[in-house]
């Protein structure tokens, strides 16, 4: 193919080719991908038939032939006599603008944020875990469509969820060490990335999109001090805004080492206290599932019929399991009858001392070997995730297990997760004190 780009530029140089405008200052006749290739050139016969030539020539030197088939040409300004010579000599099929390649609309006017929403929300979706998936510059909407549906799927397991949200996305979107998920504000997540683009520009990175930028839209103009003008694409007017945003950042010496999208990231957001609970509640020996369920009761967003008759709903605020007291978090772990009676019953299967109250405080602040503290840790929330599920069972179906057999659940899950556990990592005096509690 460099072959083909070569033969295009000796054309241009040698014959009266007239460049497509937008291409004359770089001298661009064509771009290259994996499999397709987009030629340009201006309207006239000459230009058109010199690429033609060109690539016919190619064609013969290297065996390989374009599909006529799948391949389209796109005018603009053309008179039809001209357009239906070019389509007869060349058999391509006339495509019609605006078409897309790649997942773009290609279109002679500038884009607009319609023509880029309903394509990029659903390649971002489907191109989250991929680093550059984010270097779009993304309409707001988008932004919000995409964050509905992480939000609606972390509460729901789908796309809808109709309800009130137990955690604020604020929150959510903050590291574990702040009391979040680690999940990423994509509205402050996509300027980092749009500022990469602004950071090639500022140190002219070698590529084509630099180029073009430089020779189209700067026009030798210092980048620094450059303003878009109204009638610019909303595409550049966005990157021009990212620019004065991370302005900042730079003049206060933040990216002195080069600029990094995850350094911007953290810039913008701005630090924030760390919890001293996230160690206790994200430990790897913790099952996932119990991690969610600690990290709701830290945040005291379990919805209890205390927490329901405050939003104005319709319930007396009983305890479902022992109809002794008002239903709180406190009163839930461990206060009620029912669960101080699942923490007795624990502690007799494993011989262990846990906490009958103030289960967080008891975590952060839990003694001993570290094995022996991680083993508690995860009794703990272990058995909050079970009693929080005799509740909804209770509220549900108005039936619940006995503490004793609850305990049992307990125990049989701190069991399977020392045995996915990997043993080397373990001392000998670690394995002797869990093979006498039988969890091995």
Request: proline share 2%.
């Amino acid at each position: 193919m460099d072959y083909l780009t070569r033969m295009l530029k000796y054309a241009a140089s040698k014959y009266q080719f007239k460049y497509h405008p937008l291409c004359k200052e770089l001298k661009i006749t064509n771009i290259m991908f994996a499999d397709d290739v987009l030629m340009f050139s201006n309207g006239d016969a000459v230009s058109m038939m010199l690429l033609l030539k060109s690539f016919s020539t190619f064609s013969k030197t290297s065996g390989l032939k374009v599909s006529a088939s799948k391949s389209n040409a796109y005018f603009n300004g053309v008179n039809e006599e001209l357009k239906s010579d070019f389509l007869s000599v060349s058999g391509f099929k006339e495509g019609k603008l605006p078409f897309r390649h790649l997942g773009m609309p290609i279109q002679t006017t500038r884009l607009k944020k319609k023509d880029c929403r309903l394509t990029l929300v659903q390649h971002v979706l489907n191109s989250l875990h991929s680093y550059w998936a984010c270097l779009f510059v993304l309409p707001k909407g988008v932004i919000q469509r995409i964050e509905a549906t992480c939000r609606n799927f972390l509460w729901d397991g789908s796309a809808e969820y109709r309800r009130s949200p137990l955690v604020a996305w604020d929150t959510i979107c903050r590291p574990k060490q702040e009391g979040g998920l680690g999940l990423k504000n994509q509205e402050l997540w996509n300027i980092a990335m749009v500022g990469r683009l602004v950071d090639w520009i500022a140190t002219k990175k070698d590529s084509l999109w630099v180029q073009w930028v430089n020779a189209n839209y700067l026009k030798r103009s210092s980048w620094q001090e450059y303003t878009a003008t109204s009638n610019s694409s909303w595409v550049w007017r966005r990157i021009c805004k990212v620019k004065q945003v991370i302005a900042n950042g730079y003049s206060q010496g933040v990216q002195h080492t080069g600029y990094t999208p995850v350094g911007c990231y953290e810039w913008l957001r701005g630090a924030r206290t760390k919890v001293d609970w996230h160690n206790a509640i994200w430990d790897s020996w913790n099952l996932p599932k119990h991690r969610f369920m600690g990290w709701l009761i830290a945040h005291k967003s379990l919805h209890t019929n205390s927490r329901l008759k405050g939003f104005g709903m319709n319930v007396d605020g009983m305890c479902f399991l022992c109809g002794q007291a008002e239903e709180t978090q406190e009163h839930l772990f461990f206060e009620c009858a029912f669960s101080r009676r699942v923490i007795q019953e624990l502690m007799k299967i494993s011989g262990l001392k846990l906490p009958d109250s103030d289960v967080l405080h008891w975590c952060i602040h839990n003694t001993g070997l570290k094995t022996q503290r991680k083993v508690k840790n995860a009794m703990v929330l272990s058995a909050m995730y079970h009693v929080w599920k005799q509740r909804s069972k209770s509220r549900i179906e108005q039936l619940v297990l006995r503490p004793s057999r609850t305990a049992l659940l307990i125990n049989d899950d701190m069991k399977r997760r020392i045995k996915e556990r990997d043993k080397r990592k373990l001392n000998t005096q670690e394995l002797d004190w869990l093979g006498r509690l039988n969890f091995l």
